[in-house]
């Protein structure tokens, strides 16, 4: 009701609408939950999903007792979805910027996302902006965080997932909880994703989860490569002093190439879906929203270095950063970049690789 209410604040039926739905939606959800500790001791559990429900409960409390979160109720219910997906996200930009548009909200402030629990508000809302000109990504999100609102329930929508996939979204969603700056998604989005970045290995050794092959990891930072190697052209095409026609000429060419240094890159690859779909819809909507949640990663993992490695001081860290007008906290990200870039420390790896990023240029550049 108090959504409702604000959005008769902030007027239009679009507004109105969004947040009727929105509200419809997330009380669906929590409408729908059953608590964990019930439903694995019910005898008529699915085995499956009982033991899913088991490593929920074991991510939870590592969560809790060796990364500090603030774990609390959040994920002891599960709800079940009547869709695959809890909502839709959507992401536009204009036709010649990687700046994402933002909405802005009576809670969580300004995001560069709107998210929808029915596809077909996102899409209406989706076509309506590519007729207005901007590039729009549209793409399910099987969970997300209410920023300690309300306890967030498990959902069917990534309760199957494997160990170490499932402990990084819940390390992610948590890690929104602890930390969240109203306003800045890059911000938001970067830190929860070091997050899980830094604590997935020794949650692994402890369970006795391998680490992805190599080869995974090879492929995650060619992939990123390409994209980043894109994103500098595109930023160069957009700030230079050439007419629209020939900016989307240009634009047309850098797209083509980094599916064409894509495919290439990816011959022989075994599991390669996922980053085929991403490229093959990449747009300054998808590069944006690639960036919001990528760019800043390792900055955080340097400021985690920097904090003794502490998840205490870490956090202080962060929050002392998150306090800081956006200008000099955008300073002092790319100063720690810098020195995590100079210290080899990437997003997929520990390891300094610096050959998918040359190759990636490399390839990029027929672009041009």
């Not at 000429?249 to 011959?267: D, F, N, V």
């Amino acid at each position: 009701m108090a959504l409702l209410l604000a959005s008769t604040l902030l007027g239009g039926c679009e507004t109105i609408h969004f947040y009727s739905q929105a509200a419809t939606g997330q009380l669906k959800i929590l409408a729908g939950r059953k608590p964990i500790d019930r439903l694995l001791t019910d005898e008529q559990t699915d085995a499956k999903l009982r033991r899913q429900l088991q490593w929920v409960r074991a991510i939870r409390s590592y969560a809790g007792a060796e990364l500090y979160l603030p774990v609390g109720s959040a994920y002891s219910e599960f709800t079940q979805l009547e869709g695959e997906y809890a909502l839709w996200n959507l992401v536009a930009a204009p036709e010649f910027s990687l700046s994402p548009k933002r909405w802005c909200y009576p809670i969580a402030g300004c995001a560069s996302y709107r998210g929808y629990f029915d596809k077909g508000d996102a899409e209406v809302r989706a076509a309506d902006l590519r007729a207005k000109g901007y590039d729009v990504y549209l793409g399910p999100v099987p969970a997300y965080s209410t920023l300690g609102w309300f306890d967030d329930p498990v959902l069917s929508s990534f309760v199957d997932w494997q160990p170490d996939r499932l402990a990084g979204l819940l390390f992610h969603e948590l890690a929104h909880r602890r930390v969240y700056i109203s306003g800045d998604t890059q911000f938001n989005e970067s830190f929860a994703t070091a997050v899980s970045r830094i604590a997935l290995p020794e949650w692994r050794r402890r369970q006795g989860i391998p680490a992805p092959k190599l080869e995974s990891v090879a492929q995650a930072q060619r992939v990123n490569g390409l994209m980043v190697s894109a994103r500098k052209q595109l930023q160069g095409i957009y700030a230079s002093d050439l007419g629209d026609d020939e900016k989307r000429e240009q634009k047309a060419r850098t797209l083509r190439q980094l599916r064409h240094c894509y495919r290439e890159a990816s011959k022989g690859w075994e599991q390669d879906e996922q980053f085929t779909r991403l490229v093959e819809k990449t747009n300054n909507a998808t590069l944006a929203l690639v960036s919001e949640y990528q760019s800043q990663v390792p900055a955080f993992m340097q400021l985690y270095r920097d904090s003794g490695s502490d998840w205490e001081a870490f956090y202080t860290a962060v929050e002392r950063l998150g306090g800081e007008p956006k200008d000099s906290r955008k300073a002092r990200l790319k100063e720690l970049g810098k020195r995590a870039e100079n210290a080899g420390i990437t997003q997929t790896s520990n390891k300094k690789v610096t050959g998918p990023s040359l190759q990636s240029d490399t390839c990029m550049s027929a672009a041009n």
